[in-house]
């Protein structure tokens, strides 16, 4: 059974900093094309970042510059390293895991609150 279990959101100031993890259990997060979206009230959910199994990074261009996304192998985690946070990035963010078969898997969710 593929689990994706997101981690490490909050309350954070503006300029503040949060990393998410996204832990991968029933697959291999190196062999699948990771991703983060989220999801703010009213809005549609949108891509944030993405890894592909070739370790092609694409981001929005709304968070370049900002955030990393980056995988590690040994512990079967993707992260989501967001820095400068502003209010516009409150959002619930998920991760995803594609398979090579375009089958696609989704967290739960996190929350992540950019508020003075």
């Known amino acids: 059974q593929v689990q994706l279990v997101e981690s490490g959101g909050g309350l954070v100031q503006p300029g503040g900093s949060l990393r998410l993890s996204c832990a991968g259990s029933?697959?291999?997060?190196?062999?699948?094309?990771m991703g983060w979206y989220r999801q703010a009230p009213g809005n549609q959910r949108e891509l944030v970042a993405n890894i592909s199994r070739g370790a092609t990074i694409n981001y929005a261009d709304s968070v370049k510059g900002r955030f990393t996304i980056s995988r590690d192998t040994a512990k079967n985690t993707v992260y989501l390293q967001m820095n400068s946070l502003k209010p516009e990035d409150t959002a619930v963010y998920f991760c995803?895991?594609?398979?090579?078969?375009?089958?696609?898997?989704w967290g739960r969710g996190t929350q992540v609150t950019v508020s003075s």
């Open positions: 029933g697959i291999i997060v190196s062999i699948y094309d």
């Open positions: 995803t895991a594609t398979s090579i078969t375009t089958r696609v898997y």
